[in-house]
């Protein structure tokens, strides 16, 4: 499934990084990402208790989280589910399960279909233009790291004014 996780140290920034964005009272879609929603749900990042997040995710394990669990197949991108409005997420958090171009479109489908607005997307390096091209996302400073080796390099991007730009 294609599944590589983030180090702790990069999925608490990832987490923090969400919660401000989406500010209190704010909603989180981790697509891909469910790294990013069980560090939200530990409680050891500040303000998670002022948001919620759902999991939009392929592997039926994370269907334990109940209601917070939506089932995910890219490639179909918009079958969410009845229960999912447009546009109702503060911030849409997605790392794509494959480094191509067709995966990259269809995963963009289903972030602007949630996505009020702000985008965090991580994925590789190569996949740089083409992220550009379909979300207006730029490549931050921050780097994100695996708890294992991966062999391409890998990065964040962002399509807002975000501490990750810098650092
Ligand atoms: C590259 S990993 C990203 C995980 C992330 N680094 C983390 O730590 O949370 C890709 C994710 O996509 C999910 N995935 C696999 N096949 C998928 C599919 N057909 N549609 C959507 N997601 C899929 C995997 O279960 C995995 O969570």
Known sequence: MS???YSDAT???LAEEAVREAGDGGRIACLSA???YRKLKQGTVAGSERVTATVFEYDRRFAVHGDDFVFYDYNEPLALGAGVAPRSFDIVLA???????ACLRAVAKTIN???KAKVLLCTGATME???KELLG???CAFTPTHDRNVSNEFCCYVN??????SC
């Open 160 to 165: 807002y004014p975000s501490r990750l730009l």
């Open 137 to 139: 996302v730029e490549r």
């Open 11 to 13: 999925a608490t920034r």
């Open 3 to 5: 599944q590589f996780w």
């Open 34 to 36: 469910p790294s990013v």
């Open 95 to 101: 790392d794509p399960p494959y480094l191509s171009g």
């Open 113 to 115: 279909y949630l996505s």
């Open 129 to 131: 233009d083409l992220a």
